[in-house]
Every structure is written in structure tokens, then in C-alpha cells.
């Protein structure tokens, strides 16, 4: 059985006491939740009580009366916001104005409980107050462990690093313990999947070498007039064995561009990946199209493919490291969650920017912008 | 072993699920391995087993924990072991021992992933009281 604290801030003693006696023996039940939900109501006459008793106790639901006879209930609402308290809060009014109401919503009230209310309005609300509360702290829970896992790169390379050797070494265990027989064809998938499980590894390995190099390992010795057709032609050339196997077309056109000063492994990294990502995550059979345009200011790389695309909120979280959008669709595609993220700091390294459009299963065009006057005046490092 | 324990065991690796149905089955346990929280959930649906281990991180981050509460919410009495390798590696805890925690994650036993398919027996073994 958990408790909730519930504050209920009102000038009048008998809504504050009929509050207490109708909550005083209510529960909700969540199918979510495995245990009931019950209330100890805590009371106030004033705002500055209220405040006061916010705290001290830390309520987890507020029930606000606007009218009150010192500060007004949506300044109680406000300092709440200020002080990012985790507090759900319900206005009770007998007559909101449209003003009042549009503020206290603005602030963050989600429920209007209106003045005179009978037990079960108040329960009702009560009730739905509760589930969002409780599902409001959860999905928050998850985000804070969610960012944090992001920020240790360290910790989840390792771990994208052991995954692979588990699975290695189970295979070996099991050849060892000879766990399918004496025969060493019964093994054949177990080695063809730690192959493939080393290949993989191999990638990340690749991808992190990358990755520490546009980091931490920029020389101006190495910047020259680089020809961006041969580039994109050489990454194509890269990715044409996958690409036959999954019978993708490309499409290339570059516009009024000869050469451009530049590191070349950086332009390599940022069409590498946006031109072997346009094959991995396209359809059999489907099409990419590469446009690299040079106008005076900037130039321009579009790289557009026919594949499975992504939704608004997959698309958020495409540019961080190690992420890597999970799904059905995705799910047999083997990647390091790196690619991405390493074409960012280098579009970042020459002041560029890099765009995605897409639309879930019609495919996506990642566009990346780089000025034309910044690429002789590098930033030199991250 | 006279009766015959049917184990619901869902993760996204698809060589970690193969060993461990593949150990479990030689134990004598009759496994349902599937590799998504959407398929453990059609199982769910349609069959009642008698433990199920689920992964923490398939689709979603949190595919382990919803399916935890989809499980419990069906057969409550059915214990559910979550695995994942998060927590050694970033120092997240989900403690289950931790009044908090214990509110919103409803497994009876947290493990470490990675964890050799002759222990997670053992704790199977130990879940189910044979």
C-alpha cells in the first residue's frame, strides 16, 4: 500500500475538511500499479501556508483554490514551476476566468476541479490525477537513466564490445563441451555467427578509430584540394558489394564543384557513412541518390535513399553515439550506433550543418551544408 | 524432473537467446524463445508460462520493464527474471531491493547479462522451487 500526500491549499474549512474526509478512505488501483494508492491529505487556509507546507512536505498532488486571501493560487502555482518541484497540481475553482485559467494551464495545472464538487467528481479526478502522476514519474525515471547511459561513452563501448564476445565465447563453450555432438558440421551456424559477431566488432573497432581521430587529431598538414567526384565515386565503390547483394541503384550528379580544401578522410568519413547508411537501411531494390552541389558560399551533399525511414521521434536521438534506432525493421541490421554521430563532428569541425528529412517506410535524405569561407579557417579540435 | 517447465525467455541477441534456449532445452526446460518485446507479448497473450526472462533493452529501452508489467498484471504468480547488462556497465543501479525501485519494476530477480546459461538455470531452478 503507498501513500500519496495530497495538499489541498483553500480559504474555506469545509471544502478543506470535506476533501479530508473523502479521501481519507478512497484508493485507486492501476492495473500498472501492484499495489493501492492511498491519500493523506494535508491542509492549508492561505498561499503562504501552502507554500510553507510544500516545503516541508514535498505533497505529490496539489489542490489549488485561485481565489485565496493573500497570494493567489496561481502564484502558488508559479513558485512550484520555478522550483521544478515534482508536483501534479489541480485548480479548484468555483469561477475560473478564462485568463486564470489559460495561466494556471500555461503553468502546468492539468485538471480544473470545479467549486462546489461532489465526492465522486473529486474521486474521479483524483483517480486520473494519480495514474498520470504515477506514469508522469516513471517515464521521467527511465529519461534520467536514459541520458546518462548516453553520457558515459566509455561504459556502453564496453558494453557494445562484450556483447559480441559473449556471444563468441558461448559458441566456443558449446564447441568445447561439445554441447551439439562430435561432429564438427552440427557447429556450422555457431561458426558463421561468431564470424559474423567478429565482423561487427570489427566495425565498431573501424568506426571508434574514426571517431578519436576527427577528435582528437586535427593537422592542417593534411588539408588539400580534394576532388569531391572521385570521393563519392570511391565511396561507392566501398559499398557496391552490399549494395548488388541488396540490388540498390545509385544515382549521382555533382554540380559545379572541382575541387575543395579540405581534409581528405573527412570527406570520406561523411560520405562513407551517409552512402553505406542509404544502402544498409534501404529496401532490395531500391534507389540512392547522391547530389553534391558547390554554389559560391557553400556546398551541398544530399544523400537520399528509398528506404525504411524513421519517425519524428527516432530521428531525435539519430545523431548521439551509440544510438541506434530499435525495431522490427531494424532489427537484422548490424551497426555500431556511431556512424552518425562521427559525421556530425565533422560537419561540425567545418562549421557546416547536417539536415534529415524522412518518412517511415518512404525513406530519408540527410543533407549536410558546409560554408564555403569557414573550410580555411578550421576550428582545430572539439 | 517430472513436470515440465516451460520458460519464456526474450532478447534481442539472437546468439545469446540460441545458447541459453539451446542449454535450457538440454536441461530438460521447454523454452519459447522469441527476440522482441512484440512477440513475447503475443505470447504472453495466448500462453501462460511457468517463469519467463526477459531482456531489459530490445525495441525500446525499457521493453524489459513493460513486459515485466504486462506479465505480472496477466499471471502475477509467475516469476520474472530481468536481464541486463546496463548496470555493471554504467553504474545504473535498479536495485530491486530499493523500496523505489521495487514500486515501478515488477521482477522478482535482477541479473547481470552475460550471465553463463548454467547460472541462469540455477536461478531458474531456484524461482520455480524444483
Same mark, same amino acid.
Given at each position: 500500500?503507498?501513500?500519496?500526500?495530497? =495538499?489541498?491549499?483553500?480559504?474555506?474549512?469545509?471544502?478543506?475538511?470535506? &476533501?479530508?474526509? $473523502?479521501?481519507?478512505?478512497?484508493?485507486?488501483?492501476?492495473?500498472?500499479?501492484?499495489?493501492?494508492?492511498?491519500?493523506?491529505?494535508l491542509e492549508a487556509a492561505t498561499g503562504e501556508e501552502g507554500i510553507e507546507i510544500i516545503d516541508r512536505e514535498m505533497p505529490d498532488i496539489l489542490l489549488l483554490d485561485n481565489k485565496l486571501p493573500g497570494?493567489?493560487?496561481?502564484?502558488? =502555482?508559479?513558485?512550484?514551476?520555478?522550483?521544478?518541484?515534482?508536483?501534479? &497540481?489541480?485548480? $479548484?475553482?468555483?469561477?475560473a476566468s478564462i485568463d486564470v485559467a489559460v495561466k494556471a494551464h500555461n503553468d502546468g495545472a492539468i485538471d480544473f476541479i470545479p467549486k462546489p464538487f461532489t465526492p465522486q467528481e473529486?474521486?474521479?479526478s483524483i483517480e486520473q490525477i494519480t495514474k498520470q502522476q504515477y506514469l508522469r514519474r516513471i517515464t521521467h525515471k527511465l529519461k534520467v537513466e536514459g541520458r546518462k547511459v548516453r553520457f558515459q561513452f566509455l561504459s556502453v563501448l564496453s558494453h557494445e564490445l562484450k556483447a559480441p564476445l559473449n556471444a563468441i565465447e558461448g559458441y566456443l563453450r558449446m564447441m568445447q563441451e561439445r554441447q551439439m555432438g562430435d561432429s564438427l558440421d552440427e557447429y556450422a551456424s555457431a561458426i558463421e555467427r561468431s564470424l559474423q559477431r567478429i565482423e561487427s566488432m570489427r566495425n565498431l573497432i573501424m568506426d571508434l578509430l574514426d571517431f578519436t581521430k576527427v577528435s582528437f587529431e586535427r593537422q592542417m598538414e593534411k588539408m588539400q584540394n580534394v576532388n569531391l567526384k572521385e570521393l563519392v565515386s570511391m565511396a561507392v565503390v566501398t559499398v557496391s558489394p552490399y549494395a548488388i547483394h541488396k540490388d540498390i541503384r545509385f544515382e549521382s550528379s555533382v554540380n559545379g564543384c572541382e575541387t575543395i580544401w579540405a581534409d581528405?578522410?573527412?570527406?570520406?568519413?561523411?560520405?562513407?557513412?551517409?552512402?553505406?547508411?542509404?544502402?544498409?537501411?534501404?529496401?532490395?531494390?531500391?534507389?540512392?541518390?547522391?547530389?553534391?552541389?558547390?554554389?559560391?558560399?557553400?556546398?551541398?551533399?544530399?544523400?537520399?535513399?528509398?528506404?525504411?525511414g524513421m519517425n519524428n521521434d527516432e530521428r531525435q536521438m539519430l545523431f548521439e553515439?551509440?544510438?541506434r534506432?530499435?525495431?522490427?525493421?531494424?532489427?537484422?541490421?548490424?551497426?555500431?550506433?556511431?556512424?552518425?554521430s562521427i559525421v556530425k563532428k565533422v560537419v561540425d569541425l567545418y562549421h557546416g550543418v547536417i539536415n534529415v528529412e524522412s518518412a517511415p517506410d518512404r525513406g530519408s535524405v540527410f543533407t549536410v551544408i558546409i560554408p564555403r569561407s569557414q573550410v580555411s579557417n578550421l576550428k582545430t579540435g572539439i | 524432473?517430472?513436470?515440465?517447465?516451460?520458460?519464456?525467455?526474450?532478447?534481442?541477441?539472437?546468439?545469446?537467446?540460441?545458447?541459453?534456449?539451446?542449454?535450457?532445452?538440454?536441461?530438460?526446460?521447454?523454452?519459447?524463445?522469441?527476440?522482441?518485446?512484440?512477440?513475447?507479448?503475443?505470447?504472453?497473450?495466448?500462453?501462460?508460462?511457468?517463469?519467463?526472462?526477459?531482456?531489459?533493452?530490445?525495441?525500446?529501452?525499457?521493453?524489459?520493464?513493460?513486459?515485466?508489467?504486462?506479465?505480472?498484471?496477466?499471471?502475477?504468480?509467475?516469476?520474472?527474471i530481468l536481464a541486463t547488462a546496463v548496470s555493471r556497465e554504467t553504474g545504473i543501479t535498479f536495485g530491486l531491493s530499493g523500496g523505489q525501485d521495487r514500486e515501478w519494476i515488477r521482477a522478482d530477480l535482477y541479473l547481470e547479462k552475460g550471465v553463463r546459461p548454467e547460472q541462469l538455470e540455477q536461478e531458474i531452478r531456484k524461482l520455480l522451487k524444483i
Amino acid at each position: 500500500m503507498a501513500q500519496l500526500k495530497i =495538499l489541498v491549499v483553500d480559504d474555506e474549512p469545509g471544502i478543506r475538511s470535506g &476533501v479530508s474526509r $473523502i479521501l481519507g478512505n478512497f484508493h485507486v488501483t492501476y492495473p500498472f500499479m501492484d499495489e493501492d494508492y492511498t491519500f493523506n491529505v494535508l491542509e492549508a487556509a492561505t498561499g503562504e501556508e501552502g507554500i510553507e507546507i510544500i516545503d516541508r512536505e514535498m505533497p505529490d498532488i496539489l489542490l489549488l483554490d485561485n481565489k485565496l486571501p493573500g497570494i493567489q493560487g496561481v502564484e502558488v =502555482l508559479e513558485y512550484v514551476r520555478k522550483k521544478n518541484y515534482d508536483i501534479v &497540481v489541480a485548480m $479548484i475553482t468555483s469561477y475560473a476566468s478564462i485568463d486564470v485559467a489559460v495561466k494556471a494551464h500555461n503553468d502546468g495545472a492539468i485538471d480544473f476541479i470545479p467549486k462546489p464538487f461532489t465526492p465522486q467528481e473529486l474521486k474521479a479526478s483524483i483517480e486520473q490525477i494519480t495514474k498520470q502522476q504515477y506514469l508522469r514519474r516513471i517515464t521521467h525515471k527511465l529519461k534520467v537513466e536514459g541520458r546518462k547511459v548516453r553520457f558515459q561513452f566509455l561504459s556502453v563501448l564496453s558494453h557494445e564490445l562484450k556483447a559480441p564476445l559473449n556471444a563468441i565465447e558461448g559458441y566456443l563453450r558449446m564447441m568445447q563441451e561439445r554441447q551439439m555432438g562430435d561432429s564438427l558440421d552440427e557447429y556450422a551456424s555457431a561458426i558463421e555467427r561468431s564470424l559474423q559477431r567478429i565482423e561487427s566488432m570489427r566495425n565498431l573497432i573501424m568506426d571508434l578509430l574514426d571517431f578519436t581521430k576527427v577528435s582528437f587529431e586535427r593537422q592542417m598538414e593534411k588539408m588539400q584540394n580534394v576532388n569531391l567526384k572521385e570521393l563519392v565515386s570511391m565511396a561507392v565503390v566501398t559499398v557496391s558489394p552490399y549494395a548488388i547483394h541488396k540490388d540498390i541503384r545509385f544515382e549521382s550528379s555533382v554540380n559545379g564543384c572541382e575541387t575543395i580544401w579540405a581534409d581528405p578522410n573527412d570527406f570520406e568519413i561523411i560520405l562513407n557513412n551517409l552512402i553505406s547508411n542509404a544502402v544498409k537501411y534501404n529496401k532490395p531494390g531500391g534507389t540512392v541518390t547522391i547530389s553534391v552541389d558547390c554554389s559560391e558560399n557553400e556546398f551541398t551533399v544530399s544523400v537520399a535513399d528509398t528506404g525504411i525511414g524513421m519517425n519524428n521521434d527516432e530521428r531525435q536521438m539519430l545523431f548521439e553515439e551509440f544510438s541506434r534506432i530499435r525495431n522490427d525493421k531494424t532489427r537484422n541490421i548490424s551497426g555500431s550506433g556511431l556512424g552518425l554521430s562521427i559525421v556530425k563532428k565533422v560537419v561540425d569541425l567545418y562549421h557546416g550543418v547536417i539536415n534529415v528529412e524522412s518518412a517511415p517506410d518512404r525513406g530519408s535524405v540527410f543533407t549536410v551544408i558546409i560554408p564555403r569561407s569557414q573550410v580555411s579557417n578550421l576550428k582545430t579540435g572539439i | 524432473m517430472s513436470k515440465i517447465y516451460t520458460v519464456l525467455l526474450a532478447d534481442d541477441d539472437p546468439d545469446y537467446l540460441f545458447q541459453v534456449a539451446f542449454y535450457l532445452r538440454k536441461a530438460g526446460f521447454e523454452v519459447m524463445a522469441v527476440e522482441s518485446q512484440a512477440e513475447a507479448e503475443q505470447v504472453i497473450a495466448k500462453v501462460k508460462p511457468d517463469i519467463a526472462v526477459f531482456d531489459l533493452m530490445m525495441e525500446s529501452d525499457d521493453s524489459g520493464f513493460i513486459l515485466c508489467y504486462k506479465i505480472k498484471r496477466k499471471y502475477p504468480e509467475v516469476p520474472v527474471i530481468l536481464a541486463t547488462a546496463v548496470s555493471r556497465e554504467t553504474g545504473i543501479t535498479f536495485g530491486l531491493s530499493g523500496g523505489q525501485d521495487r514500486e515501478w519494476i515488477r521482477a522478482d530477480l535482477y541479473l547481470e547479462k552475460g550471465v553463463r546459461p548454467e547460472q541462469l538455470e540455477q536461478e531458474i531452478r531456484k524461482l520455480l522451487k524444483i
